[in-house]
């Protein structure tokens, strides 16, 4: 695989999550951070949130999303900023831009992509933002999207107020976008030559995902199938959390041969009837059915109940915490790793897949702006020329 150069004005999680990706494949990833204003800590926000793991500017909560990766400080409210810019899309043969700044900056700033199309015609350029260009000074953030996309309606409890997903999905989701399309821009400039422009709406790619409750509307469906249902499936029953004596367990019954062969077994042949012998008829006893299935595993150990349900071929688990998740082989022997300024090493999350001549162990994240001057060396500016910039406020 050819080994791409990315170029990034970057902050928060969504997008360098993306190119945190592209990091992994190996790829050269620089990101571009704001100049001091005077007002707030310079760069990314993120880089201030969370311990301090290594220094004020390299948090806990920044670490894994930039490992890999160069940084640089340009002030691009400044046009001399954007001449080198330019200058770095074409010296150094950069194929892909992104950002995740609001729409209605992109002209000023000098990164929308006509402007940058100019200097190389067969740019990749990627953006994300809340709403797309139509809505082009909404400010994208992960739990207001949630809220308006109608994650937050259909999580949590029925019975009790809205609430935000443990992880926050849309910042990942849209992250994600940025990687498949800029993947499938790759492939097309392949073929034809042609650079891309894209555009992905947090709003947009998060109803993207409202596949199994958004077309229910149409067909007349019930308030009930569209809304929260904690720990249940709506669809399929029994699906669900269920006590032990020493703990829980989520077993999800998919179809009706799994709850035939659930009610097979000694322990849970008491929750069968003949009504029960089809997932409509189960929809119809759903509250019954908790109460006698939790009848019968709360008298049991987790591990008697997982061993039926193992016999049995019924997808079931005791509910990990992310310290035990870390700890499963089948993740452990995954987890990328970064190692610290003072020789710690740290364990990040696993690639979402396997690839061939990917990298599991990625270069500590650097300071603020510390490679604006090698990279502006490489882009031909002299230490004269980058003095004077800096002087100036063009970089830091």
Same mark, same amino acid.
């Given at each position: 695989?050819?080994?791409?150069?990315?170029?990034?004005? %970057?902050?928060?999680?969504?997008?360098?999550?993306?190119?945190?990706?592209?990091?992994?494949?190996?790829?050269?990833?620089?990101?571009? %951070?704001?100049?001091?204003?005077?007002?707030?800590?310079? &760069?990314?926000? *993120?880089?201030?949130?969370?311990?301090?793991?290594?220094?004020?500017?390299?948090?806990?909560?920044?670490?894994?999303?930039?490992?890999?990766?160069?940084?640089?400080?340009? *002030?691009?409210?400044?046009?001399?900023?954007?001449?080198?810019?330019?200058?770095?899309?074409?010296?150094?043969?950069?194929?892909?831009?992104?950002?995740?700044?609001?729409?209605?900056?992109?002209?000023?700033?000098?990164?929308?992509?006509?402007?940058?199309?100019?200097?190389?015609?067969?740019?990749?350029?990627?953006?994300?933002?809340?709403?797309?260009?139509?809505?082009?000074?909404?400010?994208?953030?992960?739990?207001?999207?949630?809220?308006?996309?109608?994650?937050?309606?259909?999580?949590?409890?029925?019975?009790?107020?809205?609430?935000?997903?443990?992880?926050?999905?849309?910042?990942?989701?849209?992250?994600?976008?940025?990687?498949?399309?800029?993947?499938?821009?790759?492939?097309?400039?392949?073929?034809?030559?042609?650079?891309?422009?894209?555009?992905?709406?947090?709003?947009?790619?998060?109803?993207?995902?409202?596949?199994?409750?958004?077309?229910?509307?149409?067909?007349?469906?019930?308030?009930?199938?569209?809304?929260?249902? &904690? *720990?249940?499936?709506?669809?399929?029953?029994?699906?669900?959390?269920?006590?032990?004596?020493?703990?829980?367990?989520?077993?999800?019954?998919?179809?009706?041969?799994?709850?035939?062969?659930?009610?097979?077994?000694?322990?849970?042949?008491?929750?069968?009837?003949?009504?029960?012998?089809?997932?409509?008829?189960?929809?119809?006893?759903?509250?019954?059915?908790?109460?006698?299935?939790?009848?019968?595993?709360?008298?049991?150990?987790?591990?008697?109940?997982?061993?039926?349900?193992?016999?049995?071929?019924?997808?079931?688990?005791?509910?990990?915490?992310?310290?035990?998740?870390?700890?499963?082989?089948?993740?452990?022997?995954?987890?990328?790793?970064?190692?610290?300024?003072?020789?710690?090493?740290?364990?990040?999350?696993?690639?979402?897949?396997?690839?061939? &001549?990917?990298?599991?162990?990625?270069?500590?994240?650097?300071?603020?702006?510390?490679?604006?001057?090698?990279?502006?060396?490489?882009?031909?500016?002299?230490?004269?020329?980058?003095?004077?910039?800096?002087?100036?406020?063009?970089?830091?």
């Amino acid at each position: 695989m050819k080994r791409r150069t990315i170029l990034s004005l %970057e902050q928060a999680l969504s997008l360098p999550y993306a190119t945190l990706r592209f990091a992994q494949l190996g790829w050269r990833v620089i990101r571009i %951070e704001s100049t001091p204003t005077g007002q707030g800590l310079p &760069g990314d926000p *993120n880089r201030y949130v969370g311990s301090r793991v290594a220094d004020d500017d390299r948090r806990s909560y920044f670490i894994a999303p930039n490992v890999g990766k160069e940084a640089i400080a340009l *002030n691009l409210k400044e046009a001399r900023a954007q001449e080198v810019l330019k200058r770095l899309i074409r010296t150094l043969d950069v194929d892909v831009f992104c950002c995740n700044t609001v729409p209605s900056r992109y002209q000023a700033l000098g990164i929308d992509y006509e402007t940058l199309a100019a200097v190389k015609p067969d740019l990749i350029w990627a953006g994300i933002s809340a709403m797309g260009p139509a809505v082009p000074n909404a400010p994208g953030y992960d739990p207001v999207i949630q809220a308006m996309a109608g994650y937050m309606e259909v999580t949590g409890d029925p019975k009790g107020p809205p609430m935000l997903t443990g992880i926050p999905v849309i910042d990942l989701k849209a992250g994600d976008e940025v990687y498949a399309n800029v993947m499938l821009a790759l492939l097309d400039r392949a073929e034809g030559g042609r650079g891309r422009q894209i555009h992905v709406s947090m709003l947009q790619a998060a109803a993207s995902w409202l596949i199994t409750v958004l077309p229910l509307i149409d067909f007349g469906c019930e308030p009930n199938e569209i809304t929260r249902a &904690g *720990n249940e499936h709506r669809k399929f029953i029994p699906t669900n959390v269920y006590p032990a004596k020493d703990g829980f367990v989520y077993m999800a019954i998919g179809s009706d041969v799994q709850w035939q062969r659930l009610t097979a077994s000694a322990k849970f042949a008491c929750v069968a009837n003949e009504v029960r012998k089809t997932n409509e008829g189960r929809q119809r006893e759903r509250e019954a059915i908790q109460r006698d299935m939790t009848a019968v595993t709360c008298k049991l150990a987790m591990e008697e109940i997982l061993a039926d349900l193992r016999t049995a071929v019924i997808p079931a688990t005791r509910i990990f915490d992310i310290r035990q998740v870390r700890e499963l082989a089948q993740v452990h022997e995954k987890l990328t790793r970064t190692v610290m300024p003072d020789a710690r090493v740290v364990h990040m999350q696993p690639m979402a897949v396997d690839i061939e &001549g990917s990298r599991g162990e990625l270069a500590f994240p650097p300071k603020y702006g510390a490679d604006t001057r090698k990279v502006l060396a490489e882009a031909g500016y002299s230490g004269a020329e980058m003095d004077a910039f800096a002087g100036a406020g063009v970089i830091a």
